[in-house]
């Protein structure tokens, strides 16, 4: 049966053009988003830019010109690469334009209506850098004795009139959840950083700021903006029109919303934003997944450092699905990993190269050797039934895997059928059989091909395009791959287009 999904990304800030963290996430929730639609799912995906707050006013000021003219400069840059890693995002939301700013106004009134919002003053230390207030304890002295997060990002001692949000009062209300919803929050040992986080007690939470104005004005006070993080987190709920009182279809969607985000913006996701959403009687997401993060060469990426990765220009050089499949098979899901040159080039050549390129081009170029282009349906013997039908089976513990972010199980799993059938076409020496027995020669490439058509089903979510290109070798429709064709073609001839090399080697 379909059911309406939500998958999410962060909305990233537009202080600066995209890396490769942000084209990381952007990846990873359009895996989940195509698995889903794969199995027949209706899925809703956005993506967006985080574009208020002191940290983009700050970077406006710096190259002399308004907010608005740089979040419009940088947004378009977040667009422009959503296109280019081929994300199937169905909106993307900026959150300048009017259907956010009446969401978050919404949220606001709903908390000051329900009493958990007061005003007073918030004197203590700020991150401009991560848009956070610190408490000293969670902060680290550096070697001239500044106070630095553990990041190693720079604090300003900031007092300023500001509206309070009471996060204390939630903190037992926020335990009993994660309880009650173990799976809210994943993988479990992030889960379990965040439960002793709030065990150890909240302090309500600053959320509006009067010192500049660059932000969403409270609806109650004009001389208060929202704190950035509440304006932004009403993002998701308000690409499905959750937080109005006109609430149209689409906001059947949030019922089933997982947020995919990096472990460094954890805390106000599994913290912050379910409290919110309690304290205004609003449902909270279903998931909030957190992933690791990447080091370049082995170091911290970082713009002092000058080793930001470009995303653009690896793709240029190693081509978009090679690009995909590395950053979503490196990595263990959930884990920190580093990204390197050499790893990215030795997976190209092995996994891809050698596994599934010779797969496809081996067997489907003996096709158009030796059987004119065409392959007949033939009846099959239990060898082949056997692990067809196991292929297609396959399918309920992928599925399993996405519903719990499994990416990296899910790859492994498709990996070892592309290797079972590597064994299966070498153990039966079809090059051999061409020469005594035409027909067996045939049973041979059937089942192969067979395989090849389920195995571009199942690595459609990771490359799209090659999943695409494998389909139009089998002469088979491109523009609705899915579950559909799951399912062995008793009645088909399969007609073989001309094939090309999927993946040049790396040399
Ligand atoms: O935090 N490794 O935006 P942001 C892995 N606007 N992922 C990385 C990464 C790295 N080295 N660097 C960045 C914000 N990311 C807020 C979010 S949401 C309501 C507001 C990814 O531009 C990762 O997903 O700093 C991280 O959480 C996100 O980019 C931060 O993007």
Not at 366 to 388: A, F, Q, R, Y
Request: net charge negative.
């Amino acid at each position: 049966m379909s059911k309406k999904i939500y998958v999410t990304t962060p909305i990233y800030y537009v202080n600066d053009k995209p890396h490769i963290g942000h084209a990381y996430t952007s990846v990873a929730t359009d895996f989940l988003a195509r698995y889903h639609r794969i199995i027949g799912n209706d899925v809703r995906f956005q993506t967006g830019t985080d574009e208020h707050g002191l940290k983009i006013q700050k970077a406006a000021e710096k190259e002399d010109i308004k907010p608005i003219d740089l979040c419009d400069k940088n947004s378009t840059k977040f667009r422009e690469l959503s296109k280019i890693l081929n994300i199937s995002n169905n909106d993307f939301i900026r959150t300048t334009e009017d259907r956010h700013i009446k969401g978050a106004q919404f949220l606001w009134n709903k908390l000051y209506e329900n009493d958990q919002i007061y005003l007073d003053e918030y004197t203590g230390w700020y991150s401009v850098s991560d848009e956070t207030f610190y408490n000293e304890k969670d902060l680290i002295k550096d070697e001239k004795g500044n106070f630095k997060t553990i990041t190693g990002g720079n604090v300003e001692w900031i007092s300023e009139k500001s509206y309070f949000f009471r996060l204390s009062n939630w903190s037992d209300k926020l335990l009993e959840y994660y309880k009650n919803n173990p799976d809210f929050i994943m993988p479990a040992s992030k889960r379990k950083e965040v439960v002793s986080f709030v065990s150890s007690g909240l302090r309500d939470l600053s959320v509006s700021r009067t010192s500049f104005n660059w932000g969403i004005k409270t609806p109650n006070d004009n001389a208060h903006i929202m704190y950035v993080w509440l304006d932004a987190l009403t993002c998701y709920p308000n690409g499905v029109n959750y937080l109005s009182d006109e609430k149209e279809d689409v906001s059947d969607y949030w019922e089933n919303t997982t947020h995919i985000v990096g472990k460094d913006i954890l805390r106000h996701h599994a913290v912050y934003w379910p409290a919110f959403l309690m304290a205004a009687n609003l449902t909270l997401p279903k998931r909030i997944f957190a992933h690791g993060w990447w080091t370049n060469e082995g170091n911290k990426i970082s713009k002092s450092l000058g080793n930001v990765i470009d995303p653009i220009e690896i793709i240029d050089k190693y081509g978009l699905d090679q690009f995909r499949y590395f950053m979503l098979r490196e990595v263990p899901f959930g884990n920190d990993g580093d990204f390197s040159i050499k790893a990215l080039e030795g997976r190209i050549n092995s996994d891809l190269a050698n596994d599934l390129g010779n797969l496809c081009q081996r067997s489907l170029s003996m096709v158009n050797k030796h059987l004119g282009n065409k392959i007949k349906c033939v009846s099959l013997d239990k060898e082949e039934l056997e692990i067809l039908n196991s292929a297609i089976e396959l399918n309920k513990n992928l599925s399993d895997m996405v519903m719990n972010q499994n990416i990296t199980d899910y790859i492994k799993s498709v990996w070892d059928l592309i290797n079972n059938s590597n064994k299966y076409f070498n153990a039966n020496e079809p090059w051999k059989k061409v020469k005594v027995d035409l027909d067996e020669f045939n049973k041979i490439l059937f089942t192969t091909a067979e395989l090849i058509k389920i195995i571009a089903i199942y690595i459609f979510p990771i490359m799209p395009s090659t999943s695409k290109k494998i389909f139009n070798f089998l002469n088979l429709e491109d523009s609705n791959i899915n579950s559909e064709y799951l399912k062995i073609e008793e009645f088909n001839d399969y007609k073989i287009n001309s094939i090309e090399a999927l993946f040049p080697r790396i040399t």
